[in-house]
């Protein structure tokens, strides 16, 4: 760079051949004393101009040297050619100079300049020792202004010192050729990563100069190709209505101003910065346009408000009491409609109230409850009083929610003053009807007890009779036979008859009336072999009767055998008579 060349040139080239120069004539003139000081000074100077000719031509050798010119020239043959043809215009005009045909070797320069130009710091050190190489092969004969009256060394003197100024300038302008190359390819270069940056920006990347020209588009969000906005004013590709509404912003960012805006573009919603950028004199030439679509986030964003429209709804138009409650402060932070009309405060009156101003409970114990119920869901049953003063019995659903981002205490609240005096009185009415079961239960004893008395009565003073009416008509009829007409004899048989009938009535009753008391004996039964049974008695009771009876095999049940053959023999029996 030029701060590296100018300390090379000052420190290599002039300080250290002085030092050099000025110790090595200093020991020459002791061993040898010159007769003038004129000659120890020219011996001085040409000291001097031969070790810094030496390093301006040693220096750039070895850093040609090291950047491998082999390599390059095996790489880069068409660079090789173009080397040795403009080196061998050179070392022509060079042959024209010291010939005395062109008068003046300041012809030199600019192909110095283009030495440098296309081939950096590489073209001082092939350019000095061409014109180095041609001065010497023409030193005896060599015109002004390099012939030197005082012989062939001071005539190598002004070449040295005609070639120090070369191969210096040289140094010099490659070093500026150096840093405006440094400096343009570091723009490139963050230009390129600008531009990868921006074609890999998920928006979109526009920019306008003063007359709303696109000048660069780029991003993943672009719709088409980016070509076809570049040279465009933005009225040939966004709506004129929707133009008018951006306008207002790029004028203000053409003022200096740094803003952002929402837009719509195609069905996306677009989040656009706007930044202006700063030229030369401090004037706003372009503003620069980032969009960033946030269409899945609206969407997001309106289903999340919707969300929160509807919860909001359930919450306040809820037939239910709902509270939202701080857990660390007790504040009343949120309650619905329900809770207004229940507890008769207004909600500018609750957002007042912590919650132990309604809960009967002692701020300790309750607070301690706000703790519990922080971490679980909880259900308790307390007693909170209302504006008017009244106290109620209510029921408490509760438990931690998350609103963005802080926990709360969601309540749910049910008046169960009326369903606790139900109860109490269900609880008494039930201790009432007790007491009369109690008493009807007795009764029912007791008429239990006359009725095993009227059975017993049955079984003992009705049987007597029924066996005395029906042994003397069966006395009749075998003894007395020939004295009744048959009609006579009808009668009797129908009063035997009923007296039967009678007395399978009683033992009828009897059995009905030990139902109760015999206690049942379950075992597996067979249906079938039973009632056949039954049938088979009926049949004997019945001769006169056609009885026709079917029934599956062995159709089995569990049940006691006594009181199945009961209810067999009844339906049977039935079935026969009717």
């Given amino acids: 760079n030029v701060k590296g060349t100018l300390g090379f040139l000052f420190f290599a080239v002039l300080l250290s051949p002085v030092a050099t120069a000025l110790i090595g004539s200093l020991l020459f003139w002791l061993n040898n004393p010159l007769s003038t000081k004129q000659e120890w000074v020219n011996l001085f100077i040409r000291w001097w101009a031969g070790d810094s000719m030496g390093i301006l031509i040693i220096t750039p050798l070895f850093m040609l040297t090291e950047k ?12 090789f050619i173009e080397f040795v043809c403009l080196f061998g215009v050179i070392a ?8 005395n045909t062109l008068p003046h070797p300041y012809f030199l320069l600019p192909f110095l300049v283009l030495s440098i130009y296309r081939f950096g710091f590489r073209g001082v050190p092939a350019f000095v020792f061409v014109i180095n190489l041609i001065a010497i092969f023409y030193l005896k004969d060599i015109p002004a202004p390099f012939h030197s009256e005082s012989g062939i060394s001071g005539t190598i003197l002004k070449i040295q010192l005609f070639s120090c100024v070369l191969a210096g300038t040289g140094l010099l302008f490659s070093a500026v050729f150096s840093e405006r190359q440094k400096a343009f390819d570091d723009l490139q270069k963050s230009w390129l990563s600008y531009k990868n940056l921006a074609e890999s920006f998920p928006g979109v990347v526009l920019t306008y100069d003063s007359n ?9 969000g672009v719709i088409g190709e980016p070509e076809y906005y570049i040279g465009k004013k933005a009225s040939e590709f966004i709506p004129q209505e929707e133009l008018n509404s951006y306008i207002s912003y790029w004028k203000r960012a053409f003022i200096g101003e740094k803003l952002s805006y929402y ?17 030369e004199g401090d004037t706003i030439s ?5 969009s960033h679509d946030i269409t899945e986030f609206k969407k ?6 919707d969300s929160e429209e509807r919860y909001r709804q359930m919450f306040q138009n809820n037939s239910a009491i709902k509270f939202l409650i701080d857990p660390f402060t007790g504040q009343i932070i949120e309650v619905n409609s329900s809770a207004i009309e229940f507890y008769g405060y207004s909600k500018e009156e609750f957002q007042n109230l912590k919650i132990w101003d309604i809960n009967i409970l002692p701020q300790d114990q309750v607070v301690k409850r706000l703790r519990e119920t922080s971490k679980h869901q909880q259900y308790y049953q307390f007693q909170h009083k209302l504006k008017s003063g009244e106290i109620r019995d209510v029921e408490v659903y509760t438990g931690p929610v998350m609103v963005r981002g802080k926990t709360f205490i969601y309540s749910i609240i049910q008046d169960s003053t009326d369903r606790k005096r139900f109860e109490a009185e269900i609880i008494k009415l039930n201790q009432t009807l007790e007491k009369k079961i ?31 009416i029906s042994g003397f008509g069966q006395i009749l009829l075998e003894d007395h036979k020939k004295e009744f007409s048959e009609e006579g004899k009808n009668v009797l048989n129908r009063i035997i008859k009923a007296t039967e009938k009678m007395n399978s009535m009683v033992s009828a009753l009897l059995d009905l009336s030990r139902i109760g008391r015999i206690p049942a004996k379950k075992r597996e039964l067979n249906l079938t072999e039973i009632s056949k049974s039954i049938v088979n008695d009926l049949k004997v009771e019945y001769p006169l009767l056609e009885i026709r009876f079917s029934a599956e095999d062995n159709l089995t049940t569990t049940a006691d055998e006594f009181l199945m053959k009961i209810a067999l023999q009844n339906l049977l029996d039935n079935a026969v008579k009717y």
């Avoid at 709303?212 to 993943?220: D, E, I, M, P, R």
Wanted: hydrophobic letters at 45%.
């Fill in 212 to 220: 709303l020209v696109c000048k660069f588009v780029a991003g993943q």
């Fill in 263 to 279: 837009s719509n573009y195609y069905d996306k919603s677009y989040l656009t910065f706007v930044t202006p950028f700063v030229g």
């Fill in 92 to 99: 022509v005009l060079a042959i024209l100079i010291f010939s």
């Fill in 68 to 79: 491998n010119f082999i390599n390059i020239i095996r790489k880069r043959i068409w660079k």
């Fill in 286 to 290: 372009e503003i620069m346009l980032s």
């Fill in 438 to 468: 109690e008493e009807r239960t007795s009764e029912l004893a007791f008429a239990v007890k006359e009725l095993e008395s009227f059975s017993y009565s049955i079984s003992h003073d009705l049987r007597t009779p029924l066996r005395a």
């Fill in 300 to 305: 997001a964003e309106n289903a999340l408000r």
